[in-house]
């Protein structure tokens, strides 16, 4: 696969992971382009609500990203004003219609840059290709995380760095209870697994984790990880 050609969503990879909610059926990668699809109006919207509650927190996590920076599962194109504009941006995202909005969004902000239609668990990009891998809230909806956090190492510079912003099961007792008494629900309307360990994921990769801080009641963790070196 390419980065120019559109990859066919039925063709994608997939994989489960440990912290599903129990009750609901597993998504795969084309249900959950077929799911932001259906979201990406909506997205576009309210994108102004969703830059007010986590604007700060994207400019923490990835204003200092560098030289070369892929964006993956970039959804509507959020991150990207937030990103230092010496930056040359490459995103992607598995859904169409998101794509579309991500496209729109460079030409709102002024930005140069491509966004390419693609699976995170399967980049079409060579080894060590960037220097600044970043995304956010993403990490919650991949079928396989594990798989996507691999590519993201795979394509990161050995110097480089992997920025994430990440959901997780809040450490304030009340408001992880309401997660947990919700977490079928929103997987099925998201494909978000809200109450996942952000950081369990990096365990199985070739990524180690340097620094991590935790916002909004655990909600919403800001990580940096580094390719692990052999
Ligand atoms: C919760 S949205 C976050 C979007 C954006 N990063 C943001 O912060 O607003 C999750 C995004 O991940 C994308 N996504 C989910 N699985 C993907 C996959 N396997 N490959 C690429 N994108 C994927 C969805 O299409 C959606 O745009």
């Given at each position: 696969?390419?980065?120019?050609?559109?990859?066919?969503?039925?063709?994608?990879?997939?994989?489960?992971?440990?912290?599903?909610?129990?009750?609901?059926?597993?998504?795969?990668?084309?249900?959950?382009?077929?799911l932001?699809?259906?979201?990406?109006?909506?997205y576009?919207?309210?994108?102004?609500?969703?830059?007010?509650?986590?604007?700060?927190?994207?400019?923490?996590?990835?204003?200092?990203?560098?030289?070369?920076?892929?964006?993956?599962?970039?959804?509507?194109?959020?991150?990207?004003?937030?990103?230092?504009?010496?930056?040359?941006?490459?995103?992607?995202?598995?859904?169409?219609?998101?794509?579309?909005?991500?496209?729109?969004?460079?030409?709102?902000?002024?930005?140069?840059?491509t966004?390419?239609?693609?699976?995170a668990?399967?980049?079409?990009?060579?080894?060590?290709?960037?220097?600044?891998?970043?995304?956010?809230?993403?990490?919650?909806?991949?079928?396989?995380p594990?798989a996507?956090?691999?590519?993201?190492?795979?394509?990161?510079?050995?110097?480089?760095?992997?920025?994430?912003?990440?959901?997780?099961?809040?450490?304030a007792?009340?408001?992880?209870?309401?997660?947990?008494?919700?977490?079928?629900?929103?997987?099925?309307?998201?494909?978000?697994?809200?109450?996942?360990?952000?950081?369990?994921?990096?365990?199985?990769?070739?990524?180690?984790?340097?620094?991590?801080?935790?916002?909004?009641?655990?909600?919403?963790?800001?990580?940096?990880?580094?390719?692990?070196?052999?």
């Amino acid at each position: 696969m390419s980065p120019d050609s559109a990859s066919n969503a039925s063709d994608l990879t997939d994989g489960q992971t440990d912290d599903q909610p129990r009750g609901s059926r597993h998504l795969s990668s084309a249900d959950i382009a077929d799911l932001y699809d259906d979201m990406a109006d909506r997205y576009q919207r309210w994108d102004w609500a969703n830059r007010l509650f986590s604007g700060p927190l994207r400019k923490r996590a990835f204003g200092d990203a560098r030289g070369r920076v892929l964006d993956v599962a970039c959804g509507a194109g959020t991150n990207f004003r937030y990103l230092p504009r010496t930056a040359q941006l490459v995103g992607v995202d598995i859904s169409a219609d998101m794509v579309a909005a991500a496209r729109g969004e460079l030409d709102a902000i002024g930005r140069g840059g491509t966004v390419y239609r693609m699976d995170a668990q399967e980049l079409a990009f060579p080894d060590d290709s960037f220097d600044t891998v970043v995304s956010a809230l993403s990490t919650c909806t991949f079928p396989d995380p594990v798989a996507a956090l691999s590519e993201m190492a795979r394509v990161c510079r050995p110097d480089g760095r992997v920025l994430l912003l990440e959901h997780g099961r809040s450490d304030a007792e009340l408001v992880g209870r309401f997660q947990d008494w919700r977490a079928d629900a929103h997987y099925e309307q998201h494909g978000c697994r809200w109450t996942q360990d952000p950081l369990a994921h990096f365990e199985e990769t070739d990524l180690t984790v340097v620094d991590s801080e935790a916002f909004l009641l655990g909600t919403v963790t800001v990580i940096e990880a580094r390719p692990t070196a052999d």
